[in-house]
Every structure is written in C-alpha cells, then in structure tokens.
C-alpha cells in the first residue's frame, strides 16, 4: 500500500512552538506522528497487507524546513521518497488578494499528490492556511478525494475563521481518524457521524513544552498511533466492513 504523508503540518509556524532555526521535534503532532508511521511501517503487517511504501511529500514555499525535515528521516525514509511541490506565493487564505494563487495552488498540490499514484494520502494538519503558505484542499481533483485520509488531532472553535469552509472539505475525504476522545465528541457537535471517525486512541501525548515532555511516553503513545493507523487504513483500502476495521484496533492496549 503506497502511502503519501501531506506533512505541511510540520513546515508552518506555531507560535508556542516554533523555534529558529526550525527544529522538527518541536512542531508537535504533524511531525512525531508521521515518524512514528514511518517506523510502524517498516515492521507492520495485518491480514489486510503485507507491505506498505512510504513517500512524504513537503511544501516548496517552506524552504527553512525542507532539509531538517530530510535529516529527521534520514535512515528511516530514502531521500527519494521526500517530494517537494513548487507554487507561487504568497498563499495565506487571510488574504482575500491571495485567492485566485491559492486556488492555483491547490490545484497544483493535488495534480502533484495523483502524479504520485497514491492508495492513501494522509493530512495531518488540515486547518492549517489561514496565515500561512500551507495549501490543504480535498476537493480539486475529481479521482483524489477518496483516497485522502485526514487526522484529527485538533479542532478548531466555532468561532475559527474559515471553520465552516474546511469542514466542508473534510466530508470530502474519504476517512477520518481522531487522536482522542475530545477531538472524536468535537467532529459529533459538529455534524459528522459515529461511522465515518474512527478512533485511534484515547490517550493523547502530553504537552510538547520541553519542560514537560515525557519522552519516552509520548513515543509509545505516537506508535500506538501508528500502529492503529496502518491497520485501519490497509482494512479500509481492503473494503473490510467497519467492525472489522475497528476490531484489529481494539485489541492494542492503552499505554500504561
């Protein structure tokens, strides 16, 4: 199973996090989740699939991250298997002059993304945009939209700007996964059904303050994370009944 990671999540400024110069490890779920995968990867097997490849695809207008990015995978991932996509900028939705590039833009993303002949492409951060260059859409290629699979592990306020637009466009995807209960109850009130969000797990990792990580915690919790994640989405590709996708999920205990 090919599996193409938008990790977009990990490029763009946090403003509790961010770090100059840029530092992966402090970009919180986007970057630790898709290590994770990439490690659970290379060992995970199910009665769905056997194998599974691996290809990260990063966005051009963030050139600071581009090579830690390389060097955080480095042994894990072959170079090769880290794509760039080029558009022109700016792209910050905040800006209503920015509209007709950002709309190019996606366009582009998702040409590159079906260039790749994916079985899965993975979003980790898909309301990410709004002040920035990252470009998350589901909805410009017509043969893409079933095959994106979008994480949950935040969800924006009511009062969020651009929130209505990009629920839209994750109805457009074709699963959803949510990292914790919170997120799982928030995607309920906000009109998605029990069926379409499957749940990876109900412990999150902790806080990514320096002063309070838990290391060694958090990486069991990411794999458990990556682990649960590989089964659903080979079971789904595999057009397994959702008892059967949340069955092999339910048999990994919680972290202890």
């Not at 990671?5 to 946090?14: K, N, S, V, W, Y």
Request: one cysteine or more.
């Amino acid at each position: 199973m090919r599996i193409v990671i938008d990790l977009q999540g990990a490029q763009t400024p946090r403003l509790a996090t961010r770090q100059i110069p840029w530092n992966p490890d402090s970009d919180h779920f986007p970057f630790a989740f898709s290590r994770a995968l990439v490690k659970e990867a290379r060992e995970c097997t199910n009665k769905y699939t056997n194998e599974h490849e691996i290809l990260i695809v990063l966005n051009g207008l963030f050139p600071e991250s581009i090579e830690p990015i390389r060097a955080a995978f480095e042994g894990l991932l072959p170079q090769e298997n880290i794509r760039v996509w080029e558009a022109p900028g700016p792209l910050a939705a905040s800006a209503p002059e920015n509209a007709q590039r950002r709309d190019r833009a996606e366009r582009i993303r998702e040409t590159f993304l079906a260039a790749l002949n994916p079985d899965i492409v993975l979003i980790t951060s898909p309301f990410a945009g709004f002040q920035d260059n990252a470009v998350i859409s589901i909805e410009k290629q017509v043969f893409l939209p079933s095959a994106m699979v979008v994480v949950l592990h935040e969800f924006p306020p009511e009062d969020t700007p651009w929130r209505a637009e990009k629920l839209a466009q994750l109805r457009n995807a074709g699963l959803l996964l949510a990292t914790s209960a919170a997120v799982l109850d928030a995607a309920g009130s906000a009109g998605f059904s029990e069926e379409s969000v499957i749940p990876l797990c109900e412990h999150e990792p902790q806080n990514h303050d320096p002063e309070q990580v838990n290391q060694d915690e958090d990486e069991d919790v990411y794999a458990q994370y990556a682990r649960r994640a590989l089964t659903a989405l080979a079971a789904w590709r595999a057009d397994a009944p959702l008892p059967d996708v949340l069955s092999p999920l339910s048999s990994f205990p919680p972290p202890e």
